[in-house]
């Protein structure tokens, strides 16, 4: 073995132990600013929400006819009050419990969808990925705010419903990255060399596939929470999704919309938290594409 | 590394699949071997076309030998390896492995732990997401063996391609170099014990020196563990130095085969000649100055009736382009070309 002992030195040894590859990812987004402050901002939003029964605030049904619509700073009203009468600031936390479910939970439906029949369409190819992706096309071929709205009137309104509707709509995106993704990582020669030492199909997807094809999926995914909650918004500005007096985010910017002569700053926070939440996911999920770019 | 060698012997590992016919039984023997890719016809009428990657071909290797493979791009040699390997469907043909038929007598779960291969891409064939050790370690246990066996054979042999474990077993493939890739990767094809190892242009992504090293690391687990290669490269120096016997390929067909001495010393086939003479050679007095051969290889969707080298072949004759002259012996040392050259009575003016 001595004629290999220069090549074995040695030589690239980094200077620390060998990290996994999570945690390296980990400590790349800590170190992007961005991510930082998106993900505390985040955190904070999803932590109110969480836990808005015990933070001592008013009652977001309470309504008063005789302080309606008070500008942002009254005393006992300090983000004002909407169009009844009840506190803006008590009604955009609990707001947010319901913005947010809406938002993600389509999204992680749609995600567990999306990427098993990916998967399968990218890894099987051949007829069982036409069948999959023509029939994800049609889903495809029509705009996504239309087709929430079609299926969502179709059901009827409720938080149920938009949920599946939001779901029917991020499914054929998701399958889209997941297939084109698989497909790529199909034919590189990890995925024959293991075929070559005898492993099952799915065997080779759990260990050579997965690992390779999560990362950029979660990823698209997590750009697709902020369209599901200005979608989710959207239908209940329309009237599709939540119902009063339940507060949620996009239902609010519609009752309010009437004030907006009367109040503009109150009627516009709702729309400043469905902005803020948003572009922060969005923020978030560029920081994790590039912190999850191995080779940086 | 005595202690290393001294944790070796209790280390698990698979014994090598049963040697059954003995050493005159070659160890790999493939009949007839033929691909062809379905192309669809240019145009809306174009009907389906065929590309004929690899055309009945047919050779042996007898165990211990080391056989090359030698050829231009888009011979075929890479998909011969990839349907011995049977990572694709054969269109026709059969391989049989000492003494027993893929497919019949042995299974290909068998065939896997008898045959291996190394890919020329060291980066592409290792997963990124899996250390080096887990990359070793995924063959042995998909075949049965438990996670700590597993992975202390992937150790035990990181040191037998040279690379001490400590060091390198839980690096990524990012971290490491080109040849110790290579390495890595050559270890993960030993960790299944196989008797036959498919090395498809191993060593021609590296530089001269870690190839040169990687050779030598070959030619001592050769020795170590009584294997056998099929060595593909496009590489003649190469092929030269590592082969025993050297097999020739043009679009598909095998046109030359033979000890690696007799045919470089008398390459009967023109296109072996060509070959050759396209080396580069050090000494100035023997430098090529006329190009050997012109043109691309043609089209293997529609190759040329007759021998299929004849458009480019400066011996050409009437009888080239109308029948395909078979492999046949020249010599009694096994050395074979296809050419009506090299067949007495052939017809052709320059036959014996």
């Given amino acids: 073995m001595s004629l290999t002992a220069s090549d074995a030195a040695p030589q690239t040894a980094p200077a620390g132990k060998a990290r996994g590859y999570w945690a390296n990812v980990g400590r790349r987004l800590i170190r992007d600013k961005i991510a930082v402050a998106c993900g505390i901002i985040l955190l904070l939003i999803v932590l109110a929400a969480v836990f808005a029964p015990w933070l001592h605030l008013a009652d977001p049904y309470q309504g008063s006819m005789i302080r309606r619509l008070k500008p942002i700073g009254t005393a006992n009203y300090p983000l004002g009050s909407d169009e009844l009468g009840r506190d803006m600031l008590a009604r955009l ?32 190819g051949g007829k069982v990925n036409t069948a999959i ?44 990255v997941a297939e084109s993704v698989t497909t790529s990582v199909r034919n590189m020669d990890f995925v024959e060399a293991a075929r070559a030492s005898g492993a099952g199909a799915f065997t080779i997807m759990r260990v050579h596939m997965l690992g390779n094809v999560l990362g950029p999926i979660f990823v698209y995914a997590t750009g697709l929470i902020s369209v599901s909650m200005i979608l989710a918004a959207g239908l209940s500005f329309l009237g599709l999704g939540t119902k009063p007096p339940e507060p949620e985010w996009g239902l609010m910017l519609n009752t309010l919309r009437t004030a907006i002569y009367v109040n503009p700053w109150v009627a516009a926070l709702p729309g400043v938290m469905i902005f803020a939440v948003s572009i922060c996911f969005n923020l978030l999920s560029d920081s994790m594409r590039s912190a999850m770019d191995i080779r940086n | 590394m005595s202690k290393a060698v001294s944790a070796i012997a209790e280390v698990e590992k698979f014994e090598p699949i049963e040697d059954i016919g003995g050493a005159a039984q070659p160890l790999l023997h493939v009949n007839g071997l033929t691909k062809h890719f379905p192309v669809r016809g240019t145009g809306l009428f174009g009907g389906a076309k065929t590309v004929r990657a690899v055309d009945d071909v047919s050779f042996s290797i007898a165990k211990g030998e080391t056989l090359g493979i030698v050829g231009e791009s888009g011979c075929g040699k890479s998909t011969t390896a990839r349907l011995l390997m049977h990572l694709m469907p054969t269109t026709a043909g059969e391989i049989i492995f000492d003494a027993r038929q893929v497919g019949r007598e042995l299974s290909l779960r068998e065939l896997r732990r008898g045959m291996q291969m190394v890919f020329q891409d060291s980066y592409a064939s290792l997963n990124p997401r899996l250390t080096i050790e887990e990359s070793i370690a995924f063959g042995p246990k998909v075949h049965g063996m438990s996670d700590a ?146 043109g691309d290889p043609p089209n293997p969707i529609d190759p040329p009736a007759g021998c299929r080298f004849h458009p480019r072949c400066p011996f050409a004759e009437a009888l080239c382009s109308q029948a395909k002259p078979k492999l046949s012996p020249i010599g009694d040392s096994g050395h074979q070309a296809a050419c009506f050259m090299a067949i007495p009575g052939s017809g052709h003016s320059r036959a014996p």
């Avoid at chain 1, 239309?146 to 998701?174: E, K, W």
């Avoid at chain 2, 043009?250 to 010393?265: R, S, T």
């Fill in chain 2, 149 to 294: 066996s597993a992975r202390a054979l992937a150790r035990e042999l990181l040191g037998k391609v040279g690379l001490r474990p400590e060091n390198f077993a839980h690096r990524y493939p990012h971290e490491v170099s080109g040849g110790q890739r290579q390495r890595v990767n050559i270890a993960r094809a030993l960790a299944l014990s196989p008797r036959l190892v498919i090395l498809d242009e191993s060593v021609s992504a590296l530089d001269k020196s870690v190839e040169a090293q990687v050779l030598n690391l070959l030619a001592d687990l050769k020795r170590e563990f009584g294997l056998t290669y099929l060595f593909i490269s496009h590489d003649l120096n190469v092929v030269r130095y590592i082969s025993d016997r050297v097999l020739v390929m043009y679009l598909g067909e095998v046109v030359e085969l033979g000890p690696v001495d007799d045919v470089w010393d008398q390459p009967a086939h023109p296109y072996t000649r060509a070959l050759l003479a396209a080396m580069p050679s050090s000494d100035p007095d023997r430098r090529t100055e006329v190009p050997p051969i012109t």
């Fill in chain 1, 133 to 176: 992706m023509r029939t994800i096309d049609v889903f495809y071929a029509f705009p996504s705010v239309l087709l929430a709205i079609a299926i969502s009137g179709a059901l009827g309104a409720g938080i149920t419903n938009s949920i599946v509707s939001l779901t029917v709509v991020f499914v054929p995106q998701i399958t889209r």
């Fill in chain 1, 93 to 124: 936390i609990y707001g947010g419990r319901l913005s947010l479910f809406i938002g993600v939970l389509p999204v992680i439906f749609a995600f567990m969808i999306g990427t098993s029949l990916g998967l399968v369409a990218g890894y099987v």
